[in-house]
């Protein structure tokens, strides 16, 4: 049933997003901007001057203090992991309650992480250029696939396992 589950959630994104809403580009430029919006808000909540501002070929270049540091753009935005954590939670067994706040207790963590990166991500642009690159590519991609994971673990052994009853004895 998982499997089946899972792989009905894998066609709707490829037909969903990847030949749908991706080579449009509509639903993407929306939420990229709202990814940048965000993370510039939390910048500004911390004290620094921070802004989106279009800027030729990058549609959401957040600028920290006056300097250009990082654009975020598809799939930046977060779209594929929150659509693969929440497939795993829909896909596997467990209490329809449970679901509902563990989904949403995930997707805004995983959000979050990723507003975080992008934040990180800016810093290392602007004073670590020579590391921007790693941190890109393969540290963010470590750290936020383990959070999924260790997510997924959490739900499979400890909230979606079948609560057993407790045996009665008969005196």
């Not at 910048?43 to 250009?68: C, E, R, S």
């Not at 449970?98 to 949403?104: C, E, G, N, R, V």
């Not at 400890?158 to 008969?170: E, F, H, N």
């Amino acid at each position: 049933m998982f499997f089946g589950i899972a792989g009905l959630f894998g066609l709707v994104w490829q037909i969903g997003y990847e030949m749908y809403l991706h080579p449009r580009h509509h639903f993407d430029l929306l939420v990229n901007r709202q990814v940048a919006l965000q993370t510039v808000s939390l910048l500004k909540l911390i004290g620094f001057d921070a802004t989106v501002v279009p800027w030729q070929m990058y549609p959401n270049l957040i600028v920290i203090n006056t300097h250009p540091a990082v654009n975020v753009d598809t799939p930046c935005n977060g779209l594929p992991m929150l659509y693969v954590f929440l497939a795993f939670i829909v896909a596997h067994h467990g209490p329809l309650k449970t679901k509902l706040w563990f989904a949403s207790l995930g997707l805004v963590l995983i959000h979050m992480v990723n507003i975080l990166r992008i934040m990180a991500l800016g810093f290392i642009a602007l004073y670590y250029r020579d590391l921007f690159e790693i941190n890109h590519k393969y540290i963010y991609n470590i750290l936020i696939y383990s959070i999924i994971l260790g997510l997924m673990g959490w739900w499979h052994f400890k909230l979606a396992a079948v609560q057993k009853s407790t045996p009665v004895s008969i005196n």
